[in-house]
């Protein structure tokens, strides 16, 4: 978890199985086990909780925001931040500003 933490711009489960040196399946299977969540269910809630905090607390552009997070397309940040949270990022970013 922490290495996910720590790469959650561009981690993938190959990445994470590389570095502890197991196996893809096994790393998943162990992931779901301990917190009953997909990989791509923990590192979105990663991502978008860095979202959060970026757009609450920089001025950064959304699009910086979106490819500092891994989104190499802008419009599928928009896409996934709007699933989670119901908002736009700019509807969040102007609430949060207000």
């Known amino acids: ?3 996910m933490d720590n790469h959650s711009d561009v981690v993938t489960l190959k ?8 196996h893809p399946n096994y790393i998943s299977t162990v992931l ?3 917190t009953g969540r997909k990989f791509t269910e ?4 990663k ?5 959060s905090l970026l757009l609450k607390s920089t001025a950064l552009p959304i699009e910086e925001i ?3 997070l891994g989104y190499s397309n ?3 940040f928009y896409k996934a931040f709007k699933e989670y949270y119901g ?3 700019r509807e969040y970013q102007h609430s949060k500003a207000t």
């Open 32 to 34: 779901r086990k301990e």
């Open 74 to 76: 802008h419009s599928n």
């Open 66 to 68: 979106s490819a500092m």
């Open 1 to 3: 978890m922490d290495y």
């Open 87 to 89: 908002i736009t990022p």
């Open 47 to 51: 991502r978008m909780g860095r979202a």
């Open 15 to 22: 990445d994470i199985s590389r570095h502890f040196s197991y």
């Open 42 to 45: 923990i590192l979105l809630e």
